[in-house]
């Protein structure tokens, strides 16, 4: 929701300023400039990137209108997940949450926590990581290795789309210019029989392209390329968490103090407090197993 607001005051402040300085919004309103900036740039941008990034790009745009993934309750219930299946691996041995692992829908513990189910790359992550632990027989290292490699190429997959909508608003500003020169093109074609009034309005109509290039690449397209960023990062805590959580047990801490690892790693404006974790996992429900 912050992004649309962003989006709001860049457009406001714009259209206010130049009616401040006298100026008329139809003067800006030019059909066939609008047309070539956007659409030689959502060319080039479906040209320069796969189907998925493409699909991922629009999908994670239109997500930053919505409340972040990982809120602190859903921290919580991360958390809470993993402690549940380190209580009982260590209270029943490994195999014992195999069952759960194979099957996590219809799962006692994966399913008291929709909010991690509705999330099947981390539903994903935390099983595999957990078949590793069952059946691997690896050291710690190994392990923190293995993940380490994994959560690499998870950050740099999940990146690739807020890149590929920088490189958009990169180019933005040289396709304003490339609608600038067509309307001087279009003047210089002109000029035979046209007062200096038609003439003026013409260059103004070009030069409104480099406008609407730069405004749409500064004001838009690049704040939101680095929101997509910051999102993509912000959800990329949540495997780390995990991550250092199963590192912790395959050392040997106990559940509690393995998930205190893991809360450690969390920003400060998504981190439970120790007591209020803590109380969580105490008040928890029981679930099969323990």
Same mark, same amino acid.
């Given at each position: /929701?912050?992004?649309?607001?962003?989006?709001?005051?860049? *457009?406001?402040?714009?259209?206010?300023?130049?009616?401040?300085? !006298?100026?008329?919004?139809?003067? *800006?309103?030019?059909?066939? $400039?609008?047309? @070539?900036?956007? !659409?030689?740039?959502?060319?080039? +941008?479906?040209?320069?990137?796969?189907?998925?990034?493409?699909?991922?790009?629009?999908?994670?745009?239109?997500?930053?209108?919505?409340?972040?993934? =990982?809120?602190?309750?859903?921290?919580?219930?991360?958390?809470?997940?993993?402690?549940?299946?380190? @209580?009982?691996?260590?209270?029943?041995?490994?195999?014992?949450? $195999?069952?759960?692992? $194979?099957?996590?829908?219809?799962?006692?513990? +994966?399913?008291?926590?929709?909010?991690? /189910?509705?999330?099947?790359? /981390?539903?994903? +992550?935390?099983?595999?990581?957990?078949?590793?632990?069952?059946?691997?027989? *690896?050291?710690?290292?190994?392990?923190?290795?293995? &993940?380490?490699?994994?959560?690499?190429?998870?950050?740099?997959?999940?990146?690739?789309?807020?890149?590929?909508?920088?490189?958009?608003?990169?180019?933005?500003?040289?396709?304003?210019?490339?609608?600038?020169?067509?309307?001087?093109?279009?003047? /210089?074609?002109?000029?035979?029989?046209?007062?200096?009034?038609?003439?003026?309005?013409?260059?103004?109509?070009?030069?409104?392209?480099?406008?609407?290039?730069? &405004?749409?690449?500064?004001?838009?397209?690049?704040?939101?390329?680095?929101?997509?960023?910051?999102?993509?990062?912000?959800? !990329?805590?949540?495997?780390?968490?995990?991550?250092?959580?199963?590192?912790?047990?395959?050392?040997? =801490?106990?559940?509690?103090?393995?998930?205190? +690892?893991?809360?450690?790693?969390?920003?400060?404006?998504?981190?439970?407090?120790?007591?209020?974790?803590?109380?969580? *996992?105490?008040?928890?429900?029981?679930?099969? !197993? $323990?």
């Amino acid at each position: /929701m912050i992004a649309m607001v962003g989006s709001i005051i860049v *457009l406001v402040s714009v259209v206010v300023g130049f009616l401040m300085a !006298g100026g008329n919004l139809l003067l *800006l309103w030019h059909p066939s $400039e609008i047309v @070539v900036i956007i !659409g030689a740039a959502l060319g080039a +941008f479906i040209t320069s990137n796969s189907v998925k990034v493409v699909k991922a790009s629009f999908a994670n745009a239109v997500a930053l209108f919505k409340k972040p993934r =990982y809120t602190r309750d859903a921290y919580v219930d991360l958390l809470k997940l993993v402690f549940d299946l380190l @209580v009982k691996a260590r209270k029943e041995g490994l195999l014992a949450i $195999e069952n759960d692992l $194979e099957n996590p829908d219809s799962s006692p513990i +994966f399913t008291s926590y929709p909010s991690v /189910m509705a999330d099947h790359h /981390m539903l994903e +992550f935390i099983t595999d990581c957990l078949r590793l632990m069952v059946g691997g027989n *690896l050291d710690p290292n190994e392990l923190e290795s293995l &993940l380490d490699y994994e959560l690499e190429t998870h950050h740099k997959e999940n990146l690739e789309p807020a890149h590929a909508v920088q490189k958009v608003s990169d180019a933005l500003p040289g396709f304003g210019i490339v609608a600038a020169v067509l309307g001087i093109v279009n003047t /210089m074609a002109a000029i035979e029989g046209s007062s200096s009034a038609e003439i003026g309005m013409k260059v103004g109509a070009a030069l409104t392209g480099t406008f609407l290039g730069i &405004l749409v690449a500064y004001g838009f397209v690049g704040p939101i390329a680095a929101a997509m960023e910051a999102r993509a990062h912000e959800e !990329g805590k949540a495997f780390e968490v995990v991550k250092m959580a199963l590192v912790a047990s395959v050392r040997g =801490y106990p559940p509690q103090v393995a998930v205190e +690892f893991a809360r450690k790693l969390l920003f400060a404006d998504v981190r439970p407090t120790f007591s209020d974790l803590e109380a969580h *996992l105490k008040n928890k429900p029981k679930t099969a !197993g $323990e």
